[in-house]
DNA sequence: ATCAATAATTAGACATGTCTAAATATCTTT
DNA sequence: AAAGATATTTAGACATGTCTAATTATTGAT
């Protein structure tokens, strides 16, 4: 049994638990195809070969789950490209919005320790400039009491910007452009029903947000 | 003319800058095999493609040299290699001999200003763990006046660690059993006619360099 | 100048990861 | 339950980078 794990290997492994995060029950050839903008047929080949390995586990038809051993894996991936986001906002200055793709590539560095030694250089961050948690050495991390802006039971009263679900530029971009960073307070004053957008305040500010926005926002309540 | 390199392409580059710096005119196939322990074939397969990308200059049988192309993508490399060499040692606190294994991926990333950010975090080196210098965002770069302490005309008096010619762990290690780190001051004594090997104090204690290491170390003489 | 040793190239193969097009299975709707 | 739509897999191909074995070129010694 090889320890070698290519850096294809790496990312579907790490698409599959993200994938996973979001939705229960196995995950789908399509699914994986669309998140990678790979073909179907790529995506067959490849998670034979997951299979092989013991990283996943495969039900032909239906679709694959992480293993054990491929949910190790995966952990200490997203740990390690969130330690790296941490350091490129933190350390070298880049903006949030500009830190995934390069973090993308850091992950993969192979190195017994050197993640570690990162965390413990960054202070061991619990969460990355996204928001997202970072697991520790053991693969264990606490996810906020966050919920998406769009699914919020009641549109109204203070929360605070807790993550993002999508991390393109594209969209770090529009937050932006809307002053809305991570921890950013929105006084929430209603919905529209027509298209779903949310009305809110920042500091006294009138802001309109959009479904689209809305749905990829986490927040939490503020009491 | 496409702009992505692969890693193994960056690879092979980065070995003919290496060679060229430590010999004059053009780099041979078995040279280059026996650097990146592949076999010559394979060589002459991988410089037929860089040939073609405009990044070396090839003549069948005879051997190849960097184009100025070439020769811009291998000196941002080793600009990258070191430069996370340095903050390796100096932010994660990495023993120099362990560093360069690591450098040889990170020095793979891509990105626009990574290098570039990475050099003013670090306060801008001139040299890495190693002593070897460090390019500037040009290209430029000053080679400290130092020589192979096997290359000395006169074994006497004081002189100053000021490099590795090689960076592998074996030589590192040795180094560091004999209390040798850049740096160091040698007190040189003299050299033993039967086998090159060189006595030497350090901070009063004798010490006998082995030729195996003398030609591997530069100094610097101390007026 | 010729021959043997050395160096380099070519031929043919393989592993990995990807693709398109075709075939097959599963799901959804009537 | 059958048909059509959708999802998945298979077949066959290609690009990249590597290898061994065979061939060819160059070099060095007599
Ligand atoms: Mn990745
Ligand atoms: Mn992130
Ligand atoms: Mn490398
Ligand atoms: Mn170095």
């Known amino acids: ?68 051993p491929g949910l190790k894996v995966a952990t200490e991936l997203i740990r390690s490209h969130r330690l790296w986001e941490v350091f490129l906002v ?3 200055g880049y903006d949030w919005g500009d830190v995934h793709e390069i973090a993308e590539q850091l992950e993969h560095v192979v190195s017994d320790d050197l993640t570690d030694r990162l965390a413990a250089f960054l202070g061991h961050p619990s969460y990355d400039p996204h928001g997202d948690p970072i697991p520790d ?36 971009q529009y937050l932006d452009q809307l002053g809305i960073v991570l921890g950013t307070q929105l006084d929430l004053q ?9 009305r809110a305040q920042i500091a006294g500010t009138d802001l309109l947000i959009p479904a689209s926005i809305a749905s990829n926002l986490y927040v939490s309540t503020i009491q």
């Open 137 to 172: 050495a053991q693969g264990r991390y606490r996810l906020s009491n966050r919920v998406l802006l769009s699914q919020l039971p009641r549109v109204d009263g203070l929360v605070k910007v807790q993550g993002l679900k999508t991390h393109t530029q594209d969209f770090t």
């Open 190 to 198: 209603g919905i529209n029903a027509f298209d779903k957008s949310i």
């Open 1 to 68: 049994m090889s320890k070698y794990l290519s850096r294809s290997v790496q990312d579907y492994l790490k698409a599959i638990y993200s994938m996973a995060q979001h939705k229960a029950g196995l995950i789908q050839t399509t699914e994986i195809a669309d998140r990678l903008t790979t073909s179907p047929a790529s995506v067959t080949d490849m998670i034979k070969k997951l299979a092989a390995k013991d990283l996943v586990d495969y039900t032909p038809y239906k679709g694959v789950k992480l293993t054990k």
């Open 90 to 92: 933190e350390k070298l």
